[in-house]
């Protein structure tokens, strides 16, 4: 989606500026090196460094789908996540280390962040699911109970958290919802640059369909036989659930299961 490209550029020119900052506060910052990466789940933003052959090389990751679902995750993560995980690369490069004390929040605040701990907005965790019922509240099920109650077999009750709920479909709350474009505030970031969609590389599926690719690791275990959920899950190894779970989906379509 070009808009995400167009918030993850906004964001790469959102830690230059605070990194100016911190450069002009912090003299230990100067000459400082980064790599920006995105995270996901339920994080706004993580900070930190690895060591490699006795040299730290820091990164920085913003979660941008959670940033363009709408504006109040916008402007946490422009005016408030971004300095916080700033504020923990001048406290490594500093100290060493990082965390939420009092020493990083002063650094924090002095870069325009709140301070905060942890962000409020809200999110489900990878693999949940919400639904909102009137009288109730917020429900969040799981994989499972999720492609059951969007099945057209489901019976109209599941059972999550202690309790029996009479969910539907449309109670289902999509919470990977994204804006239609930039903020009308934030446009001047982007004013005047030409800013082209990442595009995947697609292949011809067996079924004559143009997708991309599963990866040779899904095929492989799709041909074996793993060709329901549960076998491929079990079996895929280690990775993220989104990542399973979107080499299953991707199997399912280029075989036209």
């Not at 006795?54 to 402007?75: A, C, F, H, P």
């Not at 903020?183 to 982007?190: G, R």
């Not at 640059?193 to 799709?222: D, Y």
């Not at 990775?239 to 075989?255: A, D, F």
């Amino acid at each position: 989606m070009i808009i995400k490209d167009q918030a993850q550029f906004i964001v790469e020119t959102r830690i230059e500026e605070i990194l100016d900052i911190a450069k002009s506060l912090y003299p230990e910052m100067y000459d400082f090196e980064y790599r920006f990466k995105e995270c996901k789940g339920v994080a706004a933003g993580k900070a930190g460094f690895n060591v490699k052959n006795g040299k730290r090389s820091y990164y920085i990751k913003l979660n941008i789908d959670m940033m363009v679902r709408g504006m109040e995750e916008w402007n946490h993560i422009f005016f408030d996540t971004i300095p916080h995980e700033v504020a923990h690369l001048v406290d490594y490069v500093r100290r060493g280390k990082s965390g939420h004390d009092k020493i990083w929040r002063d650094i924090a605040i002095s870069l325009g962040c709140k301070g905060d701990r942890c962000h409020n907005l809200d999110v489900v965790a990878r693999g949940r699911h919400r639904y909102y019922i009137d009288g109730f509240g917020k429900v969040n099920v799981s994989q499972y109970s999720h492609e059951k109650i969007q099945s057209k077999d489901y019976d109209g009750t599941v059972t999550c958290g202690g309790g029996r709920y009479v969910l539907e479909k449309k109670h289902y709350v999509d919470m990977n919802r994204m804006m239609n474009e930039i903020p009308e505030d934030f446009k001047q970031y982007i004013h005047g640059i030409e800013i082209v969609e990442t595009r995947k590389a697609v292949c011809v599926s067996p079924t004559g369909i143009k997708m991309t690719k599963p990866t040779k690791k899904a095929l492989k275990l799709w041909e074996s036989g793993y060709n329901n959920w549960v076998d491929f899950n079990n079996n895929y190894g280690v990775g993220q659930y989104t990542t399973v779970s979107n080499q299953y989906k991707l199997c399912v379509k280029w075989y036209g299961a």
